[in-house]
Nanobody, 125 residues
Protein backbone atom coordinates (compact mmCIF):
# COMPACT_ATOMS: atom_id res chain seq x y z
CA UNK A 1 0.00 0.00 0.00
CA UNK A 2 1.45 3.34 -1.07
CA UNK A 3 1.41 6.06 1.55
CA UNK A 4 2.63 9.64 1.59
CA UNK A 5 2.76 11.12 5.07
CA UNK A 6 3.35 14.81 5.66
CA UNK A 7 4.77 16.22 8.86
CA UNK A 8 6.16 19.48 10.17
CA UNK A 9 3.13 21.70 10.04
CA UNK A 10 2.04 23.88 12.91
CA UNK A 11 1.11 27.30 14.22
CA UNK A 12 3.77 30.00 13.86
CA UNK A 13 4.00 33.76 13.80
CA UNK A 14 4.59 35.73 10.66
CA UNK A 15 8.25 35.76 9.73
CA UNK A 16 8.96 32.35 11.19
CA UNK A 17 10.09 29.21 9.39
CA UNK A 18 8.78 25.68 9.07
CA UNK A 19 10.08 22.61 7.30
CA UNK A 20 7.56 20.19 5.92
CA UNK A 21 8.50 16.59 5.19
CA UNK A 22 6.78 14.01 3.06
CA UNK A 23 7.77 10.43 3.82
CA UNK A 24 6.73 7.90 1.21
CA UNK A 25 6.31 4.18 1.66
CA UNK A 26 4.99 1.28 -0.36
CA UNK A 27 6.96 2.16 -3.49
CA UNK A 28 10.04 4.08 -4.51
CA UNK A 29 9.52 7.59 -5.85
CA UNK A 30 13.11 8.25 -6.90
CA UNK A 31 12.07 8.42 -10.57
CA UNK A 32 9.06 10.67 -9.97
CA UNK A 33 8.63 14.39 -10.01
CA UNK A 34 7.34 15.32 -6.56
CA UNK A 35 5.72 18.44 -5.30
CA UNK A 36 3.71 20.41 -2.80
CA UNK A 37 0.26 21.92 -3.06
CA UNK A 38 -1.80 23.89 -0.56
CA UNK A 39 -5.44 24.55 0.05
CA UNK A 40 -6.75 27.45 2.07
CA UNK A 41 -10.29 27.39 3.51
CA UNK A 42 -12.89 27.92 0.80
CA UNK A 43 -10.31 27.86 -1.98
CA UNK A 44 -9.04 25.39 -4.53
CA UNK A 45 -5.91 23.32 -4.09
CA UNK A 46 -3.04 25.34 -5.54
CA UNK A 47 0.41 24.43 -6.72
CA UNK A 48 3.33 25.53 -4.52
CA UNK A 49 6.49 23.81 -5.75
CA UNK A 50 7.83 20.78 -7.60
CA UNK A 51 11.18 19.11 -8.13
CA UNK A 52 12.37 16.67 -10.77
CA UNK A 53 13.46 13.13 -9.98
CA UNK A 54 17.13 14.08 -9.86
CA UNK A 55 16.66 17.33 -7.97
CA UNK A 56 18.11 19.40 -10.76
CA UNK A 57 14.90 21.09 -11.82
CA UNK A 58 12.50 23.03 -9.62
CA UNK A 59 9.43 25.16 -10.12
CA UNK A 60 7.66 27.51 -7.70
CA UNK A 61 4.53 29.57 -7.68
CA UNK A 62 5.51 33.24 -7.83
CA UNK A 63 4.18 34.02 -4.36
CA UNK A 64 6.72 31.75 -2.64
CA UNK A 65 9.80 32.33 -4.78
CA UNK A 66 12.74 33.37 -2.64
CA UNK A 67 11.02 32.17 0.55
CA UNK A 68 10.33 28.46 0.00
CA UNK A 69 12.74 25.74 -1.09
CA UNK A 70 11.81 22.27 -2.22
CA UNK A 71 14.30 19.42 -1.91
CA UNK A 72 14.38 15.66 -1.83
CA UNK A 73 16.37 12.74 -0.49
CA UNK A 74 15.81 9.77 -2.76
CA UNK A 75 17.71 7.46 -0.43
CA UNK A 76 15.08 8.21 2.23
CA UNK A 77 12.16 8.32 -0.21
CA UNK A 78 11.35 11.68 1.32
CA UNK A 79 10.94 15.23 0.10
CA UNK A 80 10.83 18.53 1.89
CA UNK A 81 9.52 22.06 1.75
CA UNK A 82 11.55 24.62 3.66
CA UNK A 83 9.35 27.64 4.29
CA UNK A 84 10.96 30.86 5.46
CA UNK A 85 9.56 34.33 6.10
CA UNK A 86 6.09 32.90 6.45
CA UNK A 87 3.13 35.18 5.89
CA UNK A 88 -0.48 34.98 7.01
CA UNK A 89 -1.47 34.24 3.41
CA UNK A 90 0.59 31.05 3.54
CA UNK A 91 -1.97 29.59 5.94
CA UNK A 92 -3.37 26.42 4.39
CA UNK A 93 -3.35 22.67 4.47
CA UNK A 94 -0.22 21.54 2.64
CA UNK A 95 -0.24 18.35 0.59
CA UNK A 96 2.64 16.45 -0.92
CA UNK A 97 2.18 14.69 -4.22
CA UNK A 98 4.03 12.56 -6.76
CA UNK A 99 3.90 12.56 -10.58
CA UNK A 100 5.33 9.67 -12.56
CA UNK A 101 6.63 12.07 -15.23
CA UNK A 102 10.27 12.63 -14.36
CA UNK A 103 10.71 16.12 -15.74
CA UNK A 104 7.22 17.57 -16.08
CA UNK A 105 7.17 19.97 -13.09
CA UNK A 106 3.44 20.33 -13.62
CA UNK A 107 1.41 22.88 -11.64
CA UNK A 108 -1.77 20.86 -12.33
CA UNK A 109 -2.99 18.70 -9.49
CA UNK A 110 -4.54 16.30 -12.00
CA UNK A 111 -1.06 15.29 -13.19
CA UNK A 112 -0.11 13.88 -9.77
CA UNK A 113 -1.06 10.29 -9.10
CA UNK A 114 -0.23 10.01 -5.42
CA UNK A 115 -1.20 12.32 -2.56
CA UNK A 116 -0.65 12.69 1.14
CA UNK A 117 -3.39 13.50 3.64
CA UNK A 118 -2.15 17.00 4.35
CA UNK A 119 -0.63 18.95 7.21
CA UNK A 120 -1.98 22.23 8.56
CA UNK A 121 0.17 25.33 8.47
CA UNK A 122 -1.19 28.35 10.29
CA UNK A 123 0.64 31.67 10.27
CA UNK A 124 -0.56 34.34 12.67
CA UNK A 125 0.01 37.98 11.80
Amino acid sequence: QVQLVESGGGLVQAGASLRLSCAASGRTFSSYTVGWFRQAPGKERDFVAAITWNGLGTKYVDSVKGRFTISRDNAKNTWYLQMNSLKAEDTAVYYCAADSAQYRLSPRSSDYEYWGQGTQVTVSS
